[in-house]
């Protein structure tokens, strides 16, 4: 029977994929936006609120300014989409942003917007997942009692929604987006035509509220810094985009034009849903605040604020079912956003693991065929957050979008390099007009993304910015130093040109406690490897003991000379090193193989009691060079139901017991031969009775 632990590895993940199967995980487009786009299609839920949310610091007369400054929004958008249907077209290998600054920019470049992105993957999760609970308080009071447990408990499960694998991940997404999509559009053509239409005078919630000013005196320059403030906030809406480029190869063939019509379909979506989200809160005179508790001069003592998108649908929908309707599916895609980092961050860690830049770990691939260890690492952290920071989004929007502009503006100017380094050889006249029109893009684009980099940079920084910017920082030190850590390995590891130096002689030593049967296996495996020494080692620790293994020893005719080493201080390990190190002092070209008999036990619990001398020496031999160790194992009969093809075999035969497929003969004198098992002695002060040490 299977152990607990594999059984419900079963259970939560499904049945291992074969290598082979990888393609049968490949994306259409249908499912592709879900999994890739439902984090700035989810940016409709809290980057409107971020707008009015700031705005409200100078008043309900700065709300006047949201149409504008979601304009603003959206040309950055519309600029940034453009921009990377190049990326997708030029690099569809799947390395983004980052194999972009790489190639055109260099190393350093590129290991910047690694650590940029790594950092803007874990907040897209914190972000997206608190957000989520917020609006779902909005509508159940007890979820924003315990909005960090909630919000944690949701990371968890889209953890294991994502072990099982990309394909089955997209589906499982996809509904509930195109779901919200539906509900959000639906929403704003309702409330449209409700108020153009029908006529209908439609009033928010907190339309009658008097919201004072937190600054009322607010000078000229102020109140741009207020509008910049707002617009990057806004902007929050970008973070996602550029997940796409980064999972090109998860689209199935042509894997290019499936991303790039992908992007433009995301882009579109979300515009609609943000500016529709804007004018229906200007016509319905909705107020979302900073700070309820210090700006509301009248109104009721207890009003609890609801996000944007609760508002509107308790607007135009009434305190009925499509109320909860819509607070659901904003929640839900919010959950799900964090898909879309679920989705880049292993992907992108597994591209830096093979460039050395990140643990090996994070290139392999789980049962499921995805990056598993990617993903457990992205919840960890996306978790410390929640739980660092409350699971407010307000506080963590501070630290968002930084990370995600550094890469915007770096990809840029990477792509500009790209198409400069391409029309210097390029000769047809239409492919040189397209690249022209790509590089007058991607120009535009940096120095768009470039701006609005230190827009965000400029109003932000006080406001938690600096976090986000100092764990880039980290790791981009990390990285670099994994990056030299595994080119000197590498360098030390690289054969020298020319033939390689056999060694001399090689001096076999085998380490005895007892005499006992894994003993006599290790001394006859040492024997079948045929080295040019051979001896038998123990440690004097008690007269007694030795004088007993001696005899053992003589009894068993062994003929193995046993070499007996005195420790007066009563310490095995010292004097083992000291014995393999003068086996090999004559020459350097000796090699000394050391033979370690070890129990392979069947309980956790067993390993405390068995083989901790054994290890602690093979610990400290890995240590001296030109030392070979060489575990002889010897299976308890507890070691037999880790196997079940073994376990099934033995019962009718009882356990096996002695080395299988061979006998004493090559150890003991013909005219020496016990006539019967071999037996340990009783046990005495300072050996382990049960095995060796």
């Known amino acids: 029977m299977a152990s607990p632990a594999s059984l419900l590895k079963r259970l939560l993940l499904g049945r291992p994929f074969r290598s082979d199967k990888l393609q049968h995980t490949l994306l259409s487009k249908r499912i592709a936006l879900p999994v890739f786009a439902s984090d700035a299609l989810s940016s409709v839920a809290y980057a409107p609120d971020e707008i009015l949310l700031t705005l409200s610091i100078a008043g309900t007369s700065a709300y006047l300014f949201s149409p504008w400054v979601a304009l603003a929004v959206v040309v950055v958008m519309l600029t940034v989409v453009a921009s990377y249907r190049q990326t997708v077209h030029a690099y569809p290998s799947g390395g983004g942003d980052y194999e972009v600054a790489t190639v055109n920019l260099g190393p350093k470049f590129g290991v910047g917007v690694a650590s ?44 294991a929604v994502n072990l099982r694998g990309l394909r089955e991940s997209g589906t499982a997404f996809a509904i509930p987006t195109y ?33 004072s000013a937190e600054h009322a005196d607010m000078t000229a320059f102020a109140m741009i810094f207020l509008l910049l403030r707002a617009f990057s906030s806004g902007c929050a809406a970008l973070t996602g985009v550029e997940a796409i480029s980064n999972g090109v190869p998860a689209f199935k063939p042509p894997k290019s034009r499936n991303a790039a019509t992908t992007l433009l379909l ?28 210090r700006q509301l001069a009248q109104g009721p003592a207890d009003y ?6 609760v508002q509107l649908g308790q607007t135009i929908f009434g305190d009925n079912v499509l109320l909860f309707v819509v607070a659901g599916a904003t929640a839900l895609i919010l959950f799900l956003a964090a898909n879309t980092a679920f989705n880049g961050f292993p992907v992108l860690g597994s591209i830096l693991a093979q460039d050395r ?26 978790s410390l957050l929640i739980v660092a920071f409350q699971a407010e989004v307000t506080r963590l929007i501070q ?54 980099l230190v827009i965000v940079l400029i109003t932000k920084f006080l406001l938690g910015a600096w976090i986000a910017i100092a764990a880039m920082a980290v790791i981009y030190v990390v990285m670099l130093a994994i990056r030299r850590h595994y080119d000197r390995v590498a360098a030390e590891l690289t054969p020298p040109e020319g033939r390689p130096v056999l060694p001399a002689r090689n001096h076999a030593i085998v380490l005895v406690s007892k005499v006992h049967q894994p003993t006599l296996r290790a001394v006859a495996y040492a024997k079948a490897t045929r080295p040019d020494t051979l001896t038998a080692l123990t440690v004097n620790v008690d007269e ?32 083992i090193l000291d014995f393999v190190a003068s086996a090999r002092r004559e020459s350097p070209r000796d090699v000394v193989t050391v033979f370690i008999p070890e129990y392979v036990v ?88 049960a095995g060796p040490r």
């Open 544 to 575: 007694n003991d030795t004088r007993a293994v001696q005899a053992d020893w003589e009894r068993h005719g062994i003929r193995v000379p046993l070499t007996v080493i005195d420790s007066p201080y009563r310490e095995i390990t010292r004097p």
């Open 179 to 211: 779901g919200f999509m539906i509900v959000i559009v639906g929403m704003i053509l309702t409330g449209l035509v409700r108020v153009f239409v029908l006529g209908h005078d439609l009033k928010a919630p907190s339309a009658d509220l008097v919201v």
């Open 304 to 309: 609890v604020q609801k996000t944007v998108t």
């Open 357 to 382: 830049y990140l643990p090996r770990q994070l290139h392999t691939r789980g049962d499921r065929l995805a990056f598993s260890n990617g993903i457990i690492f992205l919840a960890v952290a996306a």
């Open 266 to 293: 995301l882009g579109s979506v979300a515009i609609v849903m943000i500016l529709g989200i804007i004018w229906l809160s200007r016509l319905t005179g909705l107020q979302f605040m900073e700070n309820p508790a």
């Open 116 to 159: 940029a992105l790594l950092v803007d993957y874990v907040l897209t999760v914190a972000v997206s997942v608190s957000s989520g609970v917020a609006n779902l308080g909005s509508v159940l009071p007890f979820v924003s009692e315990h909005r960090v447990i909630i919000a944690v408990t949701a990371v968890i499960l889209l953890t």
């Open 602 to 689: 069947g309980h956790w619990w067993e390993n405390l009691l068995h083989n901790q001398s054994a290890l602690r020496i093979k610990g400290r031999l890995l240590f001296e060079p030109g030392v070979m160790v060489t575990s002889v194992p010897w299976q308890l009969e507890s070691s037999a139901r880790k196997n079940l093809d073994r376990f099934d075999a033995t019962l009718s035969r009882g356990p096996a017991r002695g080395p299988r497929g061979a006998t004493l003969g090559d150890l003991v004198a013909p005219s020496r031969r016990p006539d019967r098992d071999i037996t340990d002695p009783p046990p005495a002060p300072g050996h382990d009775a």
């Open 399 to 452: 630290l968002y979008i930084v990370g995600v502009f550094v890469s915007f503006t770096l990809s840029q100017a990477g792509m500009i390099r790209h198409w400069n380094r391409l029309l210097r050889t390029e000769r047809d006249p239409q492919a040189r007009r397209r690249m022209i029109r790509s590089r007058g893009i991607n120009t535009f684009g940096a120095g768009l993304t470039g701006t609005v």
